[in-house]
């Protein structure tokens, strides 16, 4: 009498597809490469909708667009869960918490419609768990412009969410603000403190959220230029200390005098 487990076999296949998942996105084999290459070209495909879609809304295709998109987000989200060593912890992190949240916006659009802006936000959980982007940059010798392409994705995230978020909430035909376009032209003016005062929100919301906007706008603009105009620097860990950032041709730990062996990017 056969007495196995009948669960073992489907227990058997559902770790032999984790484990292919987790090959795939988190490995460096030729076929992984190509595997994270088409994510992310997906992923920039999908934030490019997400920027575009108040200007397409009223497009009959719409609707149709945004449930791809939502489909692929939720393919994507199970298959990085499955691919996960840990799930919970995956689950608990910022990044994680911030695609779900973009993944219910679409889910439910008819209910969450005023939340839509939101959705550029994957444009900053790409930056944050997007190792394999910047592993690339260093193959292609481009490493040193690591931190800049993350303060510029940084600025890039929050001119377009302050945008939607100014677009949902300030826009009428008395405010000044009719159009996805004017609430793009109001925020960089606002973040680069140019104020023109064509457009100006009205009420002490309105004042709250300019006041806002300046203040992070100015800190992400202050942070660009430090990561575009300071000396460059590596990021190497020091075996000793842990300093993270060091000189290109250091020899020793400026923190601990440890002796460092940081890797050529052109070898």
């Given at each position: 009498m056969d007495k196995r487990n009948p669960r073992q076999p489907t227990t058997g296949r559902l770790r032999r597809l984790r484990a292919i998942l987790h090959a795939l996105y988190h490995g460096k084999s030729r076929d992984a490469v190509r595997f994270q290459y088409a994510a992310l070209v997906l992923d920039l495909a999908i934030i490019a909708f997400f920027i575009a879609s108040p200007l397409i809304r009223d497009l009959p295709s719409f609707i149709w667009l945004d449930a791809a998109v939502a489909v692929l987000l939720?393919?994507?989200?199970?298959?990085r869960a499955l691919a996960a060593t840990d799930i919970w912890r995956w689950l608990r992190q910022l990044t994680t918490i911030i695609d779900l949240l973009v993944l219910v916006t679409l889910l439910f659009p008819a209910w969450l419609v005023n939340f839509g802006f939101l959705r550029i936000?994957?444009?900053?959980?790409?930056?944050?768990?997007?190792?394999?982007l910047w592993r690339s940059l260093r193959k292609l010798h481009l490493g040193a412009w690591e931190e800049s392409g993350r303060a510029v994705i940084n600025l890039v995230t929050f001119l377009f969410v302050t945008?939607?978020?100014?677009y949902t909430f300030f826009a009428r035909r008395d405010s000044g603000i009719e159009g996805?376009?004017?609430?793009l032209y109001f925020t960089v003016t606002t973040v680069t403190t140019t104020g023109f005062g064509d457009i100006t929100l009205e009420g002490a919301w309105g004042r709250i959220t300019s006041i806002v906007v300046m203040i992070i706008g100015i800190s992400l603009f202050v942070r660009l230029a430090q990561a575009l105009f300071r000396p460059n620097k590596v990021h190497f860990p020091c075996p000793q200390c842990g300093l993270q950032r060091h000189d290109p041709d250091a020899v020793h730990c400026k923190a601990c005098g440890h002796i460092l062996n940081i890797p050529d990017e052109g070898m």
């Open positions: 939720l393919a994507d989200i199970a298959a936000l994957r444009l900053w959980t790409l930056s944050r768990r997007g190792g394999f945008t939607g978020f100014i996805y376009l004017d609430a």
